[in-house]
């Protein structure tokens, strides 16, 4: 039997469609609550940023629903009461970091989505380093304790172009702790850095709790292509646990 996907606020149609690669996509709500055991993944889908008040922040320029967040926020707690597989795109990876305890950039001054750009992939053994992606978000998530950074953008970002609650000097840490923090040799050039600067986050992983989100669009590309082959291995692996030979 085909597994049986939740999708949340499927609204253009796009995100069941990429994620019904999985199994079989289900969008009535209340067919989840009322029967979540039957479920092998919950995802959430893109839109309004997250509001800052789920992360203890305030708002510094971020555009909220705080009706979907707690569509979304009821959403999960049935996922994390039946220890759900949850994965997300766009505002959908954001909610779920925040959920983990992580925090966000609410806004890249130099921007960063709006068009197609390259992500790099942060572990050794990864077979496929470097793809194309696509986004059209602002924010940037930064990721708590047990979060694991799996794609990066190939810019990097002064820090001092992020707007965070707490300037600067709250943002250090944070960074930090996320692994978003680079000095001395830029990776991607190697040529000598002059001052810190911080990757973009683009994927990650919370672990033990079977999540896996990127902030790119993959339902936006060719379904072959290699950026959307790599999210849908990514979510067998971290949400269904199959081997990357078992899912090939």
């Given at each position: 039997?085909?597994?049986?996907?939740?999708?949340?606020?499927?609204?253009?149609?796009?995100?069941?469609?990429?994620?019904?690669?999985?199994?079989?996509?289900?969008?009535?709500?209340?067919?989840?609550?009322?029967?979540?055991?039957?479920?092998?993944?919950?995802c959430f889908t893109?839109?309004?940023?997250?509001?800052?008040?789920?992360?203890?922040?305030?708002?510094?320029?971020?555009?909220?629903?705080?009706?979907?967040?707690?569509?979304?926020?009821?959403?999960?707690?049935?996922?994390?009461?039946?220890?759900?597989?949850?994965?997300?795109?766009?505002?959908?990876?954001?909610?779920?970091?925040?959920?983990?305890?992580?925090?966000?950039?609410?806004?890249?001054?130099?921007?960063?989505?709006?068009?197609?750009?390259?992500?790099?992939?942060?572990?050794?053994?990864?077979?496929?380093?470097?793809?194309?992606?696509?986004?059209?978000?602002?924010?940037?998530?930064?990721?708590?304790?047990?979060?694991?950074l799996l794609g990066?953008?190939?810019?990097?970002?002064?820090?001092?172009?992020?707007?965070?609650?707490?300037?600067?000097?709250?943002?250090?840490?944070?960074?930090?702790?996320?692994?978003?923090?680079?000095?001395?040799?830029?990776?991607?050039?190697?040529?000598?850095?002059?001052?810190?600067?911080?990757?973009?986050?683009?994927?990650?992983a919370y672990p033990?709790?079977?999540?896996?989100?990127?902030?790119?669009?993959?339902?936006?590309?060719?379904?072959?292509?290699?950026?959307?082959?790599?999210?849908?291995?990514?979510?067998?692996?971290?949400?269904?646990?199959?081997?990357?030979?078992?899912?090939?």
């Open positions: 039997m085909d597994r049986l996907i939740y999708v949340e606020n499927d609204y253009d149609g796009r995100y069941g469609k990429f994620w019904g690669e999985l199994g079989e996509v289900i969008r009535d709500r209340d067919l989840y609550l009322h029967r979540p055991q039957d479920f092998s993944l919950v893109g839109g309004e940023d997250v509001s800052p008040c789920l992360y203890g922040h305030k708002n510094l320029g971020s555009h909220n629903s705080p009706r979907r967040d707690d569509t979304e926020q009821e959403v999960y707690d049935v996922a994390t009461k039946w220890k759900i597989p949850l994965t997300g795109i766009c505002r959908g990876s954001q909610f779920l970091n925040v959920m983990m305890g992580g925090t966000m950039v609410q806004h890249l001054e130099k921007g960063h989505g709006g068009g197609r750009h390259i992500m790099q992939t942060t572990q050794p053994d990864d077979d496929i380093r470097d793809m194309e992606v696509t986004s059209s978000h602002h924010q940037m998530s930064v990721l708590g304790d047990g979060g694991v990066v953008s190939e810019k990097s970002i002064d820090p001092d172009a992020m707007v965070y609650d707490g300037g600067v000097e709250a943002l250090f840490p944070a960074l930090d702790a996320s692994g978003n923090l680079q000095t001395g040799t830029h990776p991607q050039t190697g040529v000598p850095m002059k001052h810190t600067v911080s990757v973009i986050t683009e994927a990650f033990k709790a079977n999540i896996f989100a990127v902030q790119h669009h993959p339902e936006w590309q060719d379904i072959n292509g290699v950026a959307p082959q790599w999210v849908l291995n990514m979510i067998r692996t971290h949400c269904f646990e199959e081997s990357m030979e078992a899912a090939s």
